[in-house]
């Protein structure tokens, strides 16, 4: 393509190119216009021109709403309308939904592909805290030589609950860590009535300033400490940097030495291939409300490899367990008695066997609606495009600024294209952040930051485009050089780092 890149008719060509362009037809992408208003009125975005859209490059934080996502839960509401209890059971030939009863199993199966497991393998319930714990519940049995869990020492604050006020490791000025996956571990470890001081292991940067954790510097770790550890917990995507783990080679790693190992995918479902049976993981948890579009808080999904669900009904017969200890609930006993109510639970075998409540029918009717478009596609194919938008983002990113000065900014995510996600976190100067972001805003442009100072820019393949992409990089180093330029005199505070301030609590949830 004899095309400069840094041209808008470089973007144009490359969405005529794209295979996956007609994905974005089947997402609500909201018009500054709606961004902007204090109401909810409804604007006709079928006729919305493309200067009007918002360049949204947050689905990292939220994806966008697929347009047959109101279609789909409206059917579910009219079925338990019109049908009540009997939804549970009978099928509609207007109806693209399962029963309530099995909506579980649909969703499962449709959700598998997309994280490279068996549907036996996969359960969507609960949240990914929950199953945080109901999964480690089962696989963290520490003793006492082997009681340590090896986690990422900037894990997202669900993992680890009830954050200790002494210094387990040194927090770099450059790096915001963030206390909710290590919250749901620490409280594990409280269970077990063990110290925390003496049992999590946190891997950290051997060079703080490049905020990653090589391959190499995981391995390491595993053998030091592999005599006294019982689990290893990881992030398959790093929620900060964007770093995409290499969770093949480190599950084969941790395997060898005995040890179980499992994955927090939330920034890695729907965002890059996984191959979880093949690649032997133990067990993993995720939710769905980023990459996979479910909507806020929507209902979260765990794997379990097959070699772990097994049921072994000679076992009981004897009166042996015969099945992985877990915590039991009645969604996860046999189907064929579910509804008997016996005093004895047998689990389903497979990820299955691991529910404890009935999942929100709603709740899986949203996913299910995002899960239809995957469907339509594949990860490699998703893939093959995040990798090339993502690159294409961060040419534009490292051209030289325009007056002749430095870039006020640099890429912390990792520059081989495959060792990252879709997702760009780029580090601004200090002072910056608060009066890029308003300058984002307001001229329609969606994105997160973390403080102090890192803005995350994450192109999804399946609704962002090529022409999103280069509209976003040409404002944001207008707003670079225009806020540098008044950097003494303050900026107005954005929407979105506003709602990082403790009192809203929006810095955990994004």
Same mark, same amino acid.
């Given at each position: 393509?004899?095309?400069?890149?840094?041209?808008?008719?470089?973007? $144009?060509?490359?969405?005529?190119?794209?295979?996956?362009?007609?994905?974005?037809?089947?997402? /609500?992408?909201? *018009? @500054?216009?709606?961004?902007?208003?204090? *109401?909810?009125?409804?604007?006709?975005?079928?006729?919305?021109?493309?200067?009007?859209?918002?360049?949204?490059?947050?689905?990292?934080?939220?994806?966008?709403?697929?347009?047959?996502?109101?279609?789909?839960?409206?059917?579910?509401?009219?079925?338990?309308?019109?049908?009540?209890?009997?939804? #549970?059971?009978?099928? +509609?030939?207007?109806?693209?939904?399962?029963?309530?009863? #099995?909506?579980?199993?649909?969703?499962?199966?449709?959700?598998?592909?997309?994280?490279?497991?068996?549907?036996?393998?996969?359960?969507?319930?609960? *949240?990914?805290?929950?199953?945080? #714990? /109901?999964?480690?519940?089962?696989?963290?049995?520490?003793?006492?030589?082997?009681?340590?869990?090896?986690?990422?020492? @900037?894990?997202?604050?669900?993992?680890?609950?009830?954050?200790?006020?002494?210094?387990?490791?040194?927090?770099?000025?450059?790096?915001?860590?963030?206390?909710?996956?290590?919250?749901?571990?620490?409280?594990?470890?409280?269970? #077990?009535?063990?110290?925390?001081?003496?049992?999590?292991?946190?891997?950290?940067?051997?060079?703080?300033?490049?905020?990653?954790?090589?391959?190499?510097?995981?391995?390491?770790?595993? $053998?030091?400490?592999?005599?006294? *550890?019982?689990?290893?917990?990881?992030?398959?995507?790093?929620?900060?940097?964007?770093?995409?783990?290499?969770?093949?080679?480190?599950?084969?790693?941790? +395997?060898?030495?005995?040890?179980?190992?499992?994955?927090?995918?939330? +920034?890695?479902?729907?965002?890059?291939?996984?191959? !979880?049976?093949?690649? &032997?993981?133990?067990?993993?948890?995720?939710?769905?409300?980023?990459?996979?579009?479910?909507?806020?808080?929507?209902?979260?999904?765990?794997?379990?490899?097959? @070699?772990?669900?097994?049921?072994?009904?000679?076992?009981?017969?004897?009166?042996?367990?015969?099945?992985?200890?877990?915590?039991?609930?009645?969604?996860?006993?046999?189907?064929?008695?579910?509804?008997?109510?016996?005093?004895?639970?047998?689990?389903?075998?497979?990820?299955?066997?691991?529910?404890?409540?009935?999942?929100?029918?709603?709740?899986?009717?949203?996913?299910?609606?995002?899960?239809?478009?995957?469907?339509?596609?594949?990860?490699?194919?998703?893939?093959?495009?995040?990798? $090339?938008?993502?690159?294409?983002?961060?040419?534009?990113?490292?051209?030289?600024?325009?007056?002749?000065?430095?870039?006020?900014?640099?890429?912390?995510?990792?520059?081989?294209?495959?060792?990252?996600?879709?997702? !760009?976190?780029?580090?601004?100067?200090?002072?910056?952040?608060?009066?890029?972001?308003?300058?984002?805003?307001?001229?329609?442009?969606?994105?997160?930051?973390?403080?102090?100072?890192?803005?995350?820019?994450?192109?999804?393949?399946?609704?962002?485009?090529?022409?999103?992409?280069?509209?976003?990089?040409?404002?944001?180093?207008?707003?670079?050089?225009?806020?540098?330029?008044?950097? $003494?005199?303050?900026?107005?505070?954005?929407?979105?780092? &506003?709602?990082?301030?403790?009192?809203?609590?929006?810095?955990?949830?994004?």
């Amino acid at each position: 393509m004899d095309i400069d890149v840094n041209s808008r008719e470089y973007a $144009d060509e490359r969405d005529r190119q794209d295979p996956l362009r007609h994905f974005r037809d089947e997402f /609500l992408i909201p *018009t @500054k216009a709606d961004l902007k208003s204090r *109401t909810l009125a409804t604007y006709p975005q079928q006729n919305a021109k493309a200067e009007e859209s918002s360049i949204y490059l947050c689905g990292n934080s939220l994806g966008l709403q697929p347009r047959q996502t109101s279609e789909r839960i409206q059917s579910h509401l009219t079925t338990w309308a019109k049908k009540g209890v009997f939804g #549970h059971f009978v099928e +509609h030939e207007d109806s693209a939904l399962p029963p309530f009863l #099995h909506v579980d199993d649909v969703a499962a199966e449709k959700m598998a592909p997309v994280v490279g497991a068996l549907k036996s393998e996969v359960a969507v319930m609960e *949240t990914l805290t929950a199953n945080i #714990h /109901l999964l480690m519940s089962s696989f963290y049995q520490p003793t006492k030589e082997k009681f340590r869990i090896i986690m990422e020492g @900037k894990a997202f604050p669900s993992d680890r609950v009830g954050q200790f006020q002494f210094s387990l490791y040194q927090i770099s000025s450059s790096i915001h860590p963030s206390p909710p996956q290590q919250y749901a571990v620490e409280s594990q470890i409280r269970q #077990h009535g063990l110290d925390l001081k003496d049992s999590i292991i946190l891997l950290e940067p051997i060079e703080p300033s490049t905020s990653i954790v090589s391959t190499s510097q995981v391995l390491a770790t595993i $053998d030091k400490y592999a005599s006294s *550890t019982a689990l290893v917990w990881l992030p398959g995507v790093q929620y900060y940097t964007g770093q995409y783990w290499d969770i093949k080679t480190i599950t084969a790693y941790a +395997h060898s030495k005995g040890l179980l190992i499992g994955w927090d995918l939330a +920034h890695a479902a729907g965002n890059v291939e996984l191959e !979880l049976h093949d690649w &032997n993981v133990d067990f993993a948890a995720w939710c769905s409300y980023k990459y996979l579009n479910s909507g806020p808080g929507g209902i979260g999904a765990l794997f379990v490899h097959e @070699k772990h669900g097994k049921v072994d009904m000679e076992a009981i017969d004897q009166g042996k367990e015969g099945y992985r200890p877990r915590l039991s609930g009645w969604w996860g006993g046999d189907k064929a008695s579910r509804f008997s109510m016996g005093n004895n639970f047998l689990p389903i075998p497979g990820a299955a066997g691991f529910q404890v409540g009935n999942p929100s029918a709603l709740a899986l009717t949203a996913v299910l609606a995002s899960l239809e478009i995957f469907a339509k596609t594949d990860m490699k194919a998703i893939r093959i495009k995040s990798v $090339d938008i993502t690159n294409y983002l961060e040419k534009l990113l490292l051209q030289p600024s325009g007056n002749g000065s430095s870039n006020p900014y640099r890429i912390i995510t990792p520059s081989n294209p495959w060792e990252r996600g879709a997702q !760009l976190s780029v580090l601004l100067e200090e002072g910056l952040l608060d009066g890029v972001m308003a300058e984002l805003e307001d001229a329609g442009v969606v994105v997160d930051e973390r403080k102090p100072d890192v803005v995350r820019v994450a192109p999804a393949p399946l609704y962002n485009s090529y022409i999103d992409v280069w509209n976003f990089v040409r404002i944001f180093r207008e707003a670079c050089e225009k806020v540098k330029a008044k950097r $003494d005199e303050g900026a107005s505070p954005s929407v979105m780092a &506003n709602g990082g301030k403790e009192e809203k609590g929006w810095g955990l949830i994004k």
